[in-house]
Structure formats: structure tokens, C-alpha cells
T-cell receptor, first 113, second 112 residues
Framework: SQTIHQWPATLVQPVGSPLSLECTVE??????LYWYRQAAGRGLQLLFY??????ISSEVPQNLSASRPQDRQFILSSKKLLLSDSGFYLC????????????FGEGSRLTVL | QKEVEQNSGPLSVPEGAIASLNCTYS??????FFWYRQYSGKSPELIMS????GDKEDGRFTAQLNKASQYVSLLIRDSQPSDSATYLC????????????FGKGTSLLVTP
């Protein structure tokens, strides 16, 4: 069966510090991968998606970036965090078809102080 | 940005009652629809998917889809306190790598 893991689960970072969140999927190959953010009181916002190794598409302009160095690894990064980057970050995977369901990792809660 | 709209609630129902959650969407090309449950502080988990007009039942859950009205609903029968959570409606965007577009969710409280 397929599983998805992301880490760290919780982190508190000062403004201007770097960020790296990592996500890995097991039990499937060539998944579509996604990073969403859920800010307090707001819905899930799609940040990035990837349909293959090295292929990254950004949905919103921001100071975050994403990379996919391996088929089942997805990384979210920032060089300098802003207060507005605080939120609950969720990695997800799907089989990449129009009927495909999305499955989420456990989430990473980021607080920028 | 195509929208997915849900009443934020909270929707309060007594234990054993039927909870009815509703969702409307604006993008007519959408063909796939999903309901997720999210407990406080946790990630969303998929509970139902529906692709065709009509009803789809899975245990105590029934999803209903009306593409002409652009309306999706979720019924929870025999509601239990453990059903208390936020329920997210999601629609396949048919773009962006088939990412899902989520509503902001409806908070459900089942009281003993």
C-alpha cells in the first residue's frame, strides 16, 4: 500500500531564516506531488505541483520554492522566511489522472516569529 | 480562480441524527468531487469520492452530486461524537496536475 510521510512535524523559525520541508511517498511510482498551505482560518492553497522528476510548477508568486530530486521525494524550501509564511504545510500525492484522489501526509506546522 | 463554496458552520447536530453538509462549485468542467474530513491539528483524510450524478453510499456516508446545479452534498447518518470535525469539499481542477481545489470547510459538532 502507498504511504506518504513528511517532516518535520513542527518547527518554529525566526523571520529571515531558511526553511526545508521534506516529503516522501512509498508504494507507488511516478506520482503527481503537491504542496498545499493552510493558514489559520483559511482554506487549502495550492503552492506547487510536480508531474515528474525536476518538473515543478508554481501556483502563486512567493518566496518559497520546491524541488523534486527523486521520483518520490518533494522538498519545499525558502531562503528567507516571512511572518506570512506561517501555516500548516501539507504534502500530497495522486496517481495523476482526472479521477485521481489526493492523499495527504501528516503535515508540518510552521510558526515564523 | 474557480471557487468551491461551503458554509463555515458550525453545524451542530445531536448524536444519532443526520448531518447534511453542502458545497457548490463554479467550474463547469469539473468532473471529480471529493469529501475530506479534517480533525483539529491533523491533515485531511479522504472519506468519499463521486464522479456521476446521483447518490453514492459508503457505510454511514452518502455523497450526492448534481452537475446541472453544480452542487455536491454529504450526508452522515447516525452521527457520532467522533464525527465532529471539519469537512472539506474538493473539486478536481482538471489542470495544475489534476490538483484539487478545496472549499474552506464546514465545522461539524455532534453533541452527545
Amino acid at each position: 500500500s502507498q504511504t506518504i510521510h513528511q517532516w518535520p512535524a513542527t518547527l518554529v523559525q525566526p523571520v529571515g531564516s531558511p526553511l526545508s520541508l521534506e516529503c516522501t511517498v512509498e508504494g507507488t511510482s511516478n506520482p503527481n506531488l503537491y504542496w498545499y498551505r493552510q493558514a489559520a482560518g483559511r482554506g487549502l492553497q495550492l503552492l506547487f505541483y510536480s508531474v515528474g522528476i525536476g518538473q515543478i510548477s508554481s501556483e502563486v508568486p512567493q518566496n518559497l520554492s520546491a524541488s523534486r530530486p527523486q521520483d518520490r521525494q518533494f522538498i519545499l524550501s525558502s531562503k528567507k522566511l516571512l511572518l506570512s509564511d506561517s501555516g500548516f504545510y501539507l504534502c500530497a500525492w495522486s496517481s495523476g489522472v482526472d479521477t485521481g484522489e489526493l492523499f495527504f501526509g501528516e503535515g508540518s506546522r510552521l510558526t515564523v516569529l | 480562480q474557480k471557487e468551491v463554496e461551503q458554509n463555515s458552520g458550525p453545524l451542530s447536530v445531536p448524536e444519532g441524527a443526520i448531518a447534511s453538509l453542502n458545497c457548490t462549485y463554479s467550474d463547469r468542467v469539473s468532473q471529480s468531487f471529493f469529501w475530506y474530513r479534517q480533525y483539529s491539528g491533523k491533515s485531511p483524510e479522504l472519506i468519499m469520492s463521486i464522479y456521476s450524478n446521483g447518490d453514492k453510499e459508503d457505510g454511514r456516508f452518502t455523497a450526492q452530486l448534481n452537475k446541472a446545479s453544480q452542487y455536491v452534498s454529504l450526508l452522515i447518518r447516525d452521527s457520532q461524537p467522533s464525527d465532529s470535525a471539519t469537512y472539506l469539499c474538493a473539486v478536481n481542477q482538471m489542470k495544475s496536475g489534476y490538483a484539487l481545489n478545496f472549499g474552506k470547510g464546514t465545522s461539524l459538532l455532534v453533541t452527545p
